[in-house]
């Protein structure tokens, strides 16, 4: 293993991302935008880590210019706030024995293989960043993390934001869970390969260029996520009966959602408590709805129980009738019965709407997405209400035990 802080700076901490900026980015073909706070030098990693490792925020940002290995009897451990960047590959100094390479993308690209524990731990205020060194718009700039043989407890990946690799996560002979993640922008982002049994939980698959999860022999549970936009498709299965999937969402994938998945995925069974279409299973297709899209602002304008923006009205007497009709209804909303009472305490709830979580891709209220996730106890919302599809929703805390 070598650390040697590079002279060379770069750009400081991950810094939050206006709500929706990034999906116009993808929407008009621009480039992915990231905060930046200030000039830090990076911590050069490569090589074997042959003794149980933490990077810290500290240290951050990591500029890894070689493969990484985590052997069995070893552990790496990526603290909240730390930012992973990937260089092109280059000779790792003190390597006695080159790390064997897998295929063309490991050899073309720096990475991290890990058969030892794996733990990539952020929270939803300091995710772990993965991305490449020169990150450009619709390209791949690194190959991935590649995770064998973890089962629950040896490898945990939570709160972390994968962008511009090959395959962001590969999973074999594996059965540990994936949560409250960000795959944007990657070529896949999650693979399950051979037995790769994963959970996948409340994570967000947005603009892959292949997909946001391939199945190849493997038999992931996949459940509360969101699959936008993604360029090929939502998920890609083999065709294996195995594929188990729970209250995702699927909307804007241009090739389709879940390509050779069973036939009941998505065919419309029955609505939910939202009274919203969902298969058998809870999967839906519906727009996200995001704080600061262009669905949002439709939905906005067009919602007749809200005022009329400031900045919108261009008739000031028209405005004033508006006001006065609503100050009529509220008094009659007061005078009315149960059921009226009922349905404008609903309204009212719905005005007073307060979007759960910190960072990008919130859910507004007018997505279809809130409380339409897994109705099991351990997957509520941090508030004790039911799961929000998406990074945002479910517990905050690690998965210990099985939630399914």
Not at 141 to 165: C, N
């Amino acid at each position: 293993m070598v650390l040697n802080p590079s002279k060379t700076p770069f750009s400081g901490l991950f810094g939050p991302i206006l709500p929706g900026m990034t999906v116009l980015a993808l929407a008009l073909g621009g480039s992915l935008s990231w905060a930046v706070s200030g000039l830090q030098a990076a911590t050069e990693v490569c090589g074997t880590f042959s003794l149980a490792t933490e990077w810290t925020a500290k240290q951050s940002p990591y500029l890894v210019t070689g493969d990484i290995f985590i052997p069995g009897n070893s552990r790496l451990r990526i603290a909240p706030g730390v930012i992973v960047r990937f260089a092109k590959p280059r000779p790792c100094p003190d390597q006695k024995q080159a790390i064997p390479q897998v295929d063309w993308a490991d050899s073309a690209y720096t990475g991290i293989k890990a058969d030892g524990t794996f733990y990539s731990l952020g929270t939803e205020e300091q995710p772990v960043l993965f991305e490449p060194d020169d990150p450009k718009s619709g390209s791949v700039g690194w190959d991935g993390i590649r995770l064998s043989g973890h089962q629950l407890g040896a490898a945990e990946i939570a709160f972390s934001v994968f962008r511009g690799a090959n395959q962001a996560v590969t999973a074999d002979h594996g059965e540990f869970f994936i949560h409250h993640s960000l795959f944007e922008g990657n070529n896949t982002g999650v693979l399950a390969a051979k037995r790769g049994d994963v959970g996948i939980v409340n994570c967000d698959f947005i603009g892959n260029f292949s997909a946001g999860i391939v199945i190849r022999k493997g038999s992931p549970r996949i459940a509360n996520n969101i699959f936008l936009g993604n360029r090929s498709y939502g998920i890609w299965g083999d065709g294996r009966p195995a594929i188990r999937t729970w209250n995702n969402a699927f909307w804007g994938n241009r090739e389709e959602a879940c390509f050779k998945c069973p036939y009941a995925i998505l065919a419309p069974v029955g609505t939910n408590a939202n009274k919203d279409t969902i298969d058998r299973y809870g999967n839906m297709a519906a727009d996200p709805v995001f704080i600061g899209t262009p669905s949002y602002q439709e939905a906005l304008q067009a919602d007749m129980a809200t005022a009329t923006p400031p900045h919108l009205i261009k008739d000031a007497n028209l405005a004033k009738l508006e006001a006065d009709a609503r100050v009529k209804e509220e008094k009659e909303d007061r005078e009315a019965g149960p059921a009226e009472a009922k349905a404008e305490s609903k309204r009212k709830a719905k005005e007073k709407f307060v979007p759960v979580g910190n960072g990008p891709y919130l859910l507004s209220q007018y997505s279809k997405l809130v409380n339409a996730g897994h109705q099991g106890r351990d997957f509520k919302d941090r508030d004790g209400s039911r799961n929000d599809i998406g990074m945002h929703g479910g517990p905050m805390g690690r998965i210990s035990s099985d939630p399914f």
